[in-house]
């Protein structure tokens, strides 16, 4: 979708018909709602996030009632200048997440009884969104947005050391444990969707994607 505004459209339409639940009947107060991004496709936040900003207002959420965590990629550098350019053009705060220097909040052992550690922004939120370009063929792999995404450094350094599905597992039950409300998952040449319900059951096909593409530095 390369026309100007036809993601925005796309995404608009998702979210009126998500493929489970109702975002009326999950946001139906001023909640404090924290969109978890993917750093990656800097021009379709640009008219991604615009587009989720509003349908929550819609729903009772006024902007001032939200902000924007900027999941930090394996292998890059907190996404600062993102985060600077979304808050500009937002007018809401947005904060990239820094593995190093970010607070970090406990939110419950995870299902292998590691404690599950992510930013601190996160226990502010009444509901949380994650929001993500996808790799077609990749399922699955929304949890990264969460872990490693907004995790402590010695977190993502045990990840590591870890075979791709006990990551997976492990990621999942950080989604559980914070309690994710939404996902909106776009993919090149496909129709976006979007996913409402409680905890990990909300992004069941969502496919977001935090390490870099084939070829990237």
Known sequence: MNDAGALAAAVRAALDAPLDGSLAATLHAPTVTGIVVDPHDEAALAEVLPVLLDAFARRGVPRGRAFVLVACAAGSPPARGLARALRAALGVPVIAHDPEHSAICGFGPGVDGEPVELNDELREA???????????GDPGRAAALLLPGLAPAAARRALEGLAAPARDVRARAASSRVGLDASVAWTPGEPPRAWVGAGAAAFAGAVAVLDPPRGRT
């Open 126 to 136: 009444e509901a949380v969104v994650v929001a993500a370009s996808a790799r077609p």
